[in-house]
């Protein structure tokens, strides 16, 4: 039952990173306006949203594919989950210089943080469940 769960929160991650991808690149300047926080980042760049687009593209398509292939797994969550974890420390890290107010943490936390900590939780599920596979092998 766990593994069921666990692939299936992956791959509604997948789907929802990806989502977020294909709006930022089919409709960038909707999507600068509809997220919450972003106007206060900076000014509207289409070409650096869309480059962040098919960044998510990749990370949603590397949810997806690791739940589809045990083989791959590993690798293909870890290496989303890193930027994923990177980007969300930078939020922190812009709280913690003063550049945002503490404000922001809880506004970011469901599309910054939660992606994050759900994609190193299930990195390391994949990690626990191919040691398991590797000692049943030997």
């Not at 289409?46 to 949603?60: A, M, P, V």
């Not at 990177?86 to 970011?108: M, T």
Request: some cysteine.
């Amino acid at each position: 039952m766990l593994k069921s769960a666990n692939l299936g929160i992956a791959a509604l991650l997948g789907v929802v990173l990806i989502a977020n991808g294909v709006f930022m690149l089919v409709a960038p300047a909707d999507w600068y306006v509809a997220v919450p926080g972003v106007t206060a980042t900076g000014p509207f760049n289409q070409h650096f949203l869309r480059d962040i687009g098919l960044i998510f593209l990749l990370l949603g398509g590397a949810f997806l594919v690791g739940a589809a292939q045990p083989h791959l797994r590993v690798a293909l969550w870890a290496a989303p989950s890193i930027w994923l974890t990177g980007h969300a420390l930078f939020h922190i890290w812009e709280v913690a210089v003063g550049i945002c107010s503490p404000s922001v943490i809880p506004r970011d936390f469901p599309a910054v943080t939660l992606p994050a900590i759900i994609g190193i939780a299930l990195t390391f599920w994949a990690i626990h469940q191919s040691r398991g596979l590797e000692a049943k092998a030997a």
